[in-house]
């Protein structure tokens, strides 16, 4: 990032490169699933990057302070938006040529997937983006707690509360075994 601040192409493509599409994951799932929205915002960051070099905190790490942004992004969004959109989910499959067990564990992941996406929308948007960054993006407590600005402590009571609330609210996943590969996942 000190390179782009010096108009390094090079350095601002790698940078680019890195982390374009883990920043558009994010903003797709922190931003009602809409890809479109999730690619202006991923622009943006990356625009104010170019613009605003003399921002960055070398004392930080870049993928700490770039999700920093981004968080700070959505929590702007979300002011925007009063109500969030509804979110519609699609179970799609292509069973050509699958078993009909594997036909079946594949929808049941399908609608795991449906119902936990919809969970974590009901969530604060501070419990919903820390579940995103740690178990989805694959930030470190450490990395969360300096990208949302507060305590480790509080990082982990977060985790702690929304894998409680993902417990409770997936249990009817329980029979088919998803519920404790996510479990398993998680921890």
């Known amino acids: 990032m000190v390179l782009v601040g010096k108009k390094d192409q090079q350095a601002f493509s790698e940078l680019y490169d890195r982390y374009s599409d883990r920043l ?13 929205k999730a690619q202006d915002f991923m622009q943006d960051l990356f625009s104010k990057l170019i ?15 770039v999700f920093s942004i981004a968080n700070n992004m959505c929590k702007n969004e979300y002011r925007k938006q009063e109500i969030r959109k509804n979110t519609s989910y699609e179970v799609k499959y292509d069973v050509a040529g699958e078993t009909g067990a594997e036909m079946e564990q594949a929808l049941d992941w399908s609608a795991f997937n449906a119902k936990l996406d919809e969970v974590l929308e009901e969530l604060d948007d501070k419990k919903r983006s820390t579940f ?5 993006e694959d930030l470190s407590i450490n990395e969360i707690s300096q990208a949302m600005d507060c305590s480790q402590g509080t ?7 929304t894998l409680k609330i993902l417990n409770q609210r997936l249990k009817v996943f329980e ?3 998803t519920l404790v590969a996510l479990i398993s996942w998680l921890y």
Do not use: C
Request: glycine residues 6%.
């Open 155 to 161: 990082v982990k009571s977060r985790l702690f509360y």
């Open 132 to 136: 995103e960054m740690r178990y989805r």
């Open 175 to 177: 029979g088919i075994g």
């Open 51 to 65: 613009h605003k070099p003399h921002l960055y905190d070398e004392k930080r790490a870049f993928k700490t302070w």
């Open 24 to 36: 558009v994951n994010y903003f797709y799932r922190m931003l009602w699933q809409d890809g479109e």
